[in-house]
């Protein structure tokens, strides 16, 4: 962090979010982008998520994590595949466009 951002926090969150609003989708709400991230996050470990870990996961309620995940899997930020295992358990998987976007962010802040 350099020494303008230390000193002021808020410009520096005004500054993210800023860079946050135009590659990454649905705007005022903070559930798509969480969905993201968790998804992402568990990607870039090689451990799957599944739906149920998600919703368990986010402080939101299961129809507004569900909702949101289906808006995400159709305008292709994430795809959802059954576990070989158990086929009741969907995993959650993002697509280059949640990296592409994340990028994007990461080089504006």
Do not use: C
């Amino acid at each position: 962090m350099d020494r303008h951002t230390e000193s002021n926090p808020t410009h520096a969150v005004q500054q993210l979010r800023a860079a946050i609003e135009p590659g990454l989708p649905y705007g005022a709400s903070l559930i798509p982008l969480d969905i993201l991230i968790a998804v992402s996050a568990a990607y870039q470990t090689r451990q799957p998520l599944t739906l149920k870990a998600l919703v368990q996961s986010l402080p939101y309620s299961v129809t507004g994590v569900r909702y949101n995940i289906d808006q995400l899997v159709s305008d292709g930020w994430i795809e959802k595949s059954r576990a070989e295992g158990d086929r009741r358990t969907i995993l959650l998987w993002p697509t280059e466009k949640v990296e592409t976007a994340f990028r994007q962010v990461a080089s504006a802040i």
